[in-house]
């Protein structure tokens, strides 16, 4: 079966440090891959999806930005965090072509 | 990105009351998908339908892909407490079809 795994759980940074989160999948090939950011309270904004490995597409313009150097591994990073940074950060995977989309556990992250 | 507008916002409900949530879009999609979040976790699909005028059920829940496929609504039968959290619609549109967005949330309060 297939599995979503994202790290760390929860996360408080410095203004202005790096940050990389990380998201793999296991059990599928060619996934579909995403990052989506949620407000406290809010829905869930689509920040980047992937169709394949090297190949990113940004929905937003933000300090964000992601990386897929593996076919089953999805990065999210940023060289220098803003307070306005902070949420809670989900990835999530589909097959090829979309369809229903799985989500990892997320990752909360606060800007300080 | 793509707007999603969900009604209601939030519900408060006796046990064993019925519920019904529906999500409109600007424009049409091909696949539409419900998912219920609890707090700090991930959104956990629910239902997932493909077919313009689709009906399909899971236990309690019942939701429907408008004619138009520019609609979708949820129905929750006979509401237990369990049901609290929040339920997501989200959407793949017929064009950029990797892409998947999602409506604003609907907060549902169950009172045993």
């Known amino acids: 079966s297939q599995t979503i795994h994202q790290w760390p759980a929860t996360l408080v940074q410095p203004v202005g440090s790096p940050l990389s989160l990380e998201c793999t999948v296991e059990?599928?090939?060619?996934?579909?891959l995403y990052w989506y950011r949620q407000a406290a309270g809010r829905g869930l904004q689509l920040l980047f999806y992937?169709?394949?490995?090297?190949?990113i597409s940004s929905e937003v313009p933000q300090n964000l930005s992601a990386s897929r150097p593996q076919d089953r591994q999805f990065i999210l990073s940023s060289k220098k965090l803003l307070l306005s940074d902070s949420g809670f950060y989900l990835c999530?995977?589909?097959?090829?072509?979309?369809?229903?989309?799985?989500f990892g556990q997320g990752t909360r992250l606060t800007v300080v | 990105g793509q707007q999603l507008n969900q009604s209601p916002q939030s519900m408060f409900i006796q046990e064993g009351e019925d519920v019904s949530m529906n999500c409109t879009s600007s424009?049409?999609?091909?696949?539409w998908l419900w998912y219920k979040q609890d707090p700090g976790e991930g959104p956990v699909l629910l239902i997932a339908?493909?077919?313009?005028?689709e009906l399909t059920s899971n236990g309690r829940l019942t939701a429907q892909f408008g004619i138009t496929r520019k609609d979708s609504f949820l129905n929750i039968s006979a509401s237990i407490p369990s049901d609290v959290g929040i339920y997501f619609c989200?959407?793949?549109?017929?064009?950029?079809?990797?892409?998947?967005?999602f409506g604003t949330g609907t907060r549902l309060t169950v009172i045993p």
């Open positions: 059990g599928t090939s060619n996934p579909n």
């Open positions: 989200a959407g793949q549109p017929l064009t950029g079809a990797n892409n998947l967005f």
């Open positions: 339908l493909y077919k313009a005028g």
């Open positions: 992937s169709v394949g490995i090297g190949q």
């Open positions: 424009s049409i999609f091909n696949t």
């Open positions: 999530a995977w589909s097959v090829l072509g979309g369809g229903e989309a799985f």
